[in-house]
């Protein structure tokens, strides 16, 4: 583990997409974000999961909104990517980040169902948390926390 610049981490996530969104109107609102302390190469996994998904359920908004920020709490930053997809019932939400658990057909939104387990995964070893808000066809906030530097 190691100190970095998480916006420099969220920026090479974001370019490496870049592909993936050529010709769709994208919209990025991306905070500037705090220095962290944690295993980069883990992390960026965590953003290629979070940044991924906001682009992969977003494919039928004729404009993507995805807004990437955080907070502060107490002895924990809490960072958030939100988009304006197609979201998800709050009676599901204890399903999101379990194996296997999909709230939407793989028809609809290819995938193997475990990349916000993955994310859970990864957070937990950085002695942080993770959650989700959404609502039918109004868009998702994915959230996770890391310790602060002085925690």
Known sequence: RSKFEMSDLVQE??????????????VWQIDPLPVVYGDRSLLKLVWL??????L??????????????????AEELVFYVRDNGVGFDMKYSHKLFG????????????????GLANLRRIIQRHNGR?????????????????????S
């Open 13 to 26: 996530v974001q370019k490496s997409l870049l592909q993936d969104c050529e010709k769709r109107d994208v």
């Open 49 to 54: 999961n979070l940044l991924g998904n906001a």
């Open 56 to 73: 992969k359920f977003t494919l039928k908004k004729p404009q993507v909104q995805i807004e990437i920020g955080y907070y502060e709490e």
């Open 99 to 114: 194996v296997f658990q999909r709230l939407h057909g793989s028809a609809d939104f290819p995938g193997t169902g475990i």
């Open 130 to 150: 993770t959650w989700a808000e959404g609502e039918v066809g109004k868009g998702a906030t994915f959230y996770f926390s890391l310790p602060t530097m002085e």
